[in-house]
């Protein structure tokens, strides 16, 4: 096995693909978020990418293992009005349970996904994720980071909000690169990143991503399933702060910090 | 000395022989399985793989080094009924020990180990380990975990558990990767896992493992010198649960960590 | 994306041009004394270097993204005198937000600084630091260590400290290895190092390093800034003092780590 | 600068020169043992070895920053009886202030070291260091292993002990690999490992080391300087000792560990 090695798994036929990364995270919010669109809409795993910088691990399910990658999705959203796909919206999904654990990792995998999506004829790339505010959001807003300044107006029309130098410790991990190597490749890159308290799953974050690129892109999706989900956390929640009550303490990072 | 070194030591003539491994993990009880076969019988080391990516150390035999490696042993068990070895089962037993220390390093050790096993004639591999269940186990159930769903059928004849989404963390280490890397080059590997506390060596659940081999393949073997190893750290169980009634508290992870 | 890269901005004709190296370190004196000069000095980045050695990262001002770098800064300073840049001195300031995270990296990067470096002149170097000293120091004495015995004498007229065996532990990082390496290849090498407690952001001593430098080239500039910012540091530091006072305890580590 | 990259400093003509290596480890001993060894005769270094598997630091003494390596010093002890350097024993002495922080990296640098003593004749090595026994040592006895069992005898005959299965964690490091590469390519390997309590440096158990290794090669050594050590480190173990009395507790390893 190479590196980073890819397996085609279809040739999809996709018109100007924009590429969703939503990688694990903070509040797992890209992931969810992504995983929502793959739940709402047709899909159809094109690429597997397998990499000796993922942890040496397979998951089982119903007893059949299955190696450690990121995938590829290939979603066609059909035109709201007209319901005719070839007016609709491509996208390239990227997805999968790992991040690398080096630095060099890192780069070398968000190179691979980049000329992945580059042979696959994207040129715009959204990128999803959380950034944690340290305590719970009622209402989450989402920030925006982008790879050149001339992608914020659009942005800010549909309400992602551009704050001074924040988030303050940049963006890490795939996000942030999706927007420093692709930035470099001449890619229109942008991070939509959900305000999260970063200690819980955070479905209702994923939610408030998912409506910005809904305005964005100009598709329309069923919210249903996430807002059970997060209806579900907020029991959770409900019951932490009782338990905190009861207390009369604050919660720590140590109580919080493992739920969902 | 490159990356990974094998070492030659004997040109074995097996039929069809079968991959078995058992390099140290959980409970230590796929370790202990194959070296109770090593111990049952008769057995000759085929190859040695070093490795940069073990540790650098010897270990010390009546003042003799020997540098960290792991060793393929061919075994050959005659039939049962005929007491002839061209009828019986052969073996190449993967043992060492040391796992590697980084993700790729256990990437690349594991491809090694398949490249030798197929050379050597294997197609059928199983990886024997310990499933961790944070409590003492009185009757070790031995879960599965497969490369292709067609093998699941066979091994729940002879009693392994199929569970779903079971072992929630998936497998890791080297015992994975011949199910994910074994089975991305056609082969069919199980994995075998004994439950264990986590706690404790545990030659109980190594035994329950063997006993499902020696089911799929069609061997005896004696299991008295691992019933006695097992009454030895019952004795030790029996010691730690007076110590636990004494002080009326429950036994922490750092009291039974690391016994055995 | 190689391992490193570098990207060409701008073809500076400087004269005998000096390295100065500040990258983030003890006390970030280092880094607090070049960027006071680029502060004060007009300056061009003639080149970015990345490496996937650095962590994988962006910043973002004003939500755009720029991904992890160091650079090199050209400026030229004018003759004091007749006001003259072609009797000035010109330097190449070397800085960024980030070091390596591996030892490998760390000799990798700092030979490729010193390769775009030599490509344009540099012949002599000054690698800017701080040496933590455990306590607040009132007026702190600048250290020093260099490439070879000869270049000592300089340095001591102009009030540099060279202590045996200081300091104890050697220097570390970019500033140790521009002194290693670079002497290696024949530099003049001289790394400065201003006292500092090490557990406060310390612009008092960068400002000693900076008198030091400005008094072995010659130049002349403000330190105003950086007054203000010491300023700025010592009301903190006085408020600290304040609640060990009232707590009647020594200030520990974690209550001064990092604060600045 | 590669990986690994050599210095020529001098090409000594030595007759079956016999490599005696004391990188840093426990209780230094193996460290003190060379470096005595180095006070004591005239030595030439004609070797030294940079890698980028060590730190990124630089040892500064009296002002002058040197790189960290390890050296290979060229050591000529005359005949006792003669006085004549032709009928002495020739030396080729390993040290350095670290090992490497990997274990690739290890591996790498001891087939380094054995590439340039083989170059330079070497047919025998002795590596030395301090096993640790977790208590304060009287008498330390002298513990072999051997790259081969024929090799046990002779050093026997002059004290050094072989015990069943000890040191139980076998060899670590540069000391480990040196018996383990060595062996492997049909060098006569040896480490001889003193006593020690492993938390204090220990001239003692250097000053034992030294006596076998005396007895094994014929040559006569002063321990003036070495006892003069141990006699002062005996003066803080008493001073430990004293201050335990006073507490009634036995010492932690935290209050012994850096001591020296």
Redesign the interface.
């Known amino acids: ?1 190479d ?1 980073i090695e890819v397996e085609v798994l279809a040739e999809p036929e996709l018109s100007d693909p924009i590429l969703i990364e939503g990688l694990p995270g903070v509040g797992h919010v890209g992931k969810l978020a992504v995983e929502h669109l793959l739940e709402e809409f047709e899909s159809e795993v094109v690429r597997r990418v397998y990499a ?17 990658s990121a995938e590829l999705h290939a979603v066609t959203i059909a035109d709201e009005a007209t319901d005719d796909e070839t007016d609709g919206i491509d996208l390239l999904v990227l997805t999968g349970d790992h991040q ?2 080096t ?6 995998l ?2 691979a996904f980049l000329d992945l999506a580059e042979e696959i004829g994207v040129q715009q790339v959204f990128a999803l994720g959380g950034v944690p505010t340290g305590e719970l959001v009622e209402e989450p807003s989402v920030l ?6 001339e992608h ?1 107006e659009a942005l800010e029309d549909v309400g992602v909000e ?6 303050a ?6 996000s ?2 999706m ?3 692709g ?2 490749r001449g890619l229109e ?1 942008a ?1 939509l990143m959900g305000e999260t308290s970063g200690y819980l799953v955070d479905p209702k974050s994923a939610q408030a991503v998912l409506v910005v690129l809904e305005d964005v892109l100009g598709f329309d999706v069923s919210f249903e399933a996430l807002e059970e989900r997060a209806e579900e956390m907020e029991e959770v929640v409900g019951k932490i702060q009782e338990m905190q009550d009861q207390q009369g303490s604050v919660p720590t990072d140590d109580d919080l910090r493992y739920i969902g």
Do not use: K, W
């Open positions: 096995m590196d000796t910088e993922f942890p040496p691990q397979v998951t089982i399910t119903d007893g059949v293992a299955e190696l450690a690398a654990q630095n060099a990792g890192h780069y070398r968000t190179e925006g980071a982008v790879s050149a300044g914020i551009f704050r001074e130098d924040e988030p410790g940049g963006v890490v991990g795939v942030g690169l927007l420093g190597l930035g470099r890159v991070c």
